[in-house]
């Protein structure tokens, strides 16, 4: 295991020592040279700093643990977060990609925008992964990699998929989803999910908020609490001053079909 490093607190003006980026920890599993750890470091801090810009910091410190996969034919052909006392994402890479090729991938902003809502559960996967399947292209947009268009057509192509790959019309999608992973129909347990944000994100402008403002001061004041999804979508309504998240996850409990989406 190799060095660790951290982001330290900076001074506001108030002189008051506060956070101002997520603090976090590297642990190099396999051996890597330092242009390789300088390299992926920057790749990931990088995310880092657009998911705090987005939504603000975490309210613990991330650790990143790195694993060699040496001649993998993309740059992270494997990742998934950590959830123990210590939070953060373990990620398998191919450190002969180029820096370029890891800053496209979305694998490190859909990893890290897990840990913006704490662990739901294996029964609520929909749930947490469409969130991470949806924050993933805002991610990317606060890190300059997409434009608000691009994101808008991949977001639309991955809907319009997984819509067509459905085939249990005949049941809520939150009751489809467990059959869908037991199926292996990941992506289209992924983006059906992800609609959920999506039409709450469209509601929210059409009421002239938006739903990064609304994570943010959901991180600032309850993402320490449990992860049980009732109270999470309390807390979202809460901040958010609206019935939108309740009333949407009503709609994916009860309502048959595939989710709407609106285009």
């Known amino acids: 295991m190799g060095h660790l490093t951290a982001a330290a607190p900076a001074e506001t003006e108030?002189?008051?020592?506060?956070?101002?980026?997520?603090?976090?920890?590297?642990?190099?599993?396999?051996?890597?040279?330092?242009?390789?750890?300088?390299?992926?470091?920057?790749?990931?801090?990088?995310?880092?700093?657009?998911?705090?810009?987005?939504?603000?910091?975490?309210?613990?410190?991330?650790?990143?643990?790195?694993?060699?996969?040496?001649?993998?034919?993309?740059?992270?052909?494997?990742?998934?977060?950590?959830?123990?006392?210590?939070?953060?994402?373990?990620?398998?890479?191919?450190?002969?990609?180029?820096?370029?090729?890891?800053?496209?991938?979305?694998?490190?902003?859909?990893?890290?925008?897990?840990?913006?809502l704490p662990y739901l559960g294996r029964r609520h996967a929909w749930f947490a992964e469409?969130?991470?399947?949806?924050?993933?292209?805002?991610?990317?947009?606060?890190?300059?990699?997409?434009?608000?268009?691009?994101?808008?057509?991949?977001?639309?192509?991955?809907?319009?998929?997984a819509q067509g790959r459905y085939d249990m019309d005949d049941m809520p999608f939150a009751e489809a989803a467990p059959k869908l992973r037991d199926k292996r129909q990941y992506p289209t347990m992924y983006w059906g999910g992800a609609i959920y944000f999506w039409e709450i994100a469209e509601e929210l402008q059409r009421r002239q908020q938006n739903l990064p403002d609304v994570l943010r001061e959901f991180m600032r004041c309850c993402r320490t609490n449990s992860g049980n999804l009732d109270d999470l979508v309390q807390q979202l309504d809460q901040v958010s001053r609206t019935r939108l998240f309740s009333e949407q996850l009503q709609a994916f409990q009860q309502g048959e079909g595939f989710p709407e989406f609106g285009r």
């Open 130 to 161: 469409g969130f991470a399947s949806y924050m993933q292209y805002q991610v990317m947009m606060a890190g300059g990699v997409l434009t608000a268009s691009q994101a808008r057509q991949m977001y639309l192509q991955r809907f319009e998929r």
């Open 14 to 116: 108030a002189g008051l020592a506060e956070s101002v980026s997520t603090t976090r920890q590297y642990h190099w599993q396999d051996d890597f040279s330092p242009a390789e750890q300088a390299k992926l470091q920057r790749w990931v801090d990088d995310y880092v700093a657009a998911m705090d810009g987005l939504v603000g910091p975490l309210p613990f410190t991330l650790h990143i643990y790195m694993h060699r996969y040496a001649g993998a034919r993309e740059p992270v052909p494997w990742a998934q977060t950590q959830r123990t006392d210590r939070q953060g994402v373990i990620f398998y890479v191919n450190p002969a990609f180029s820096a370029r090729a890891l800053r496209d991938d979305w694998t490190a902003p859909h990893e890290l925008s897990h840990l913006i």
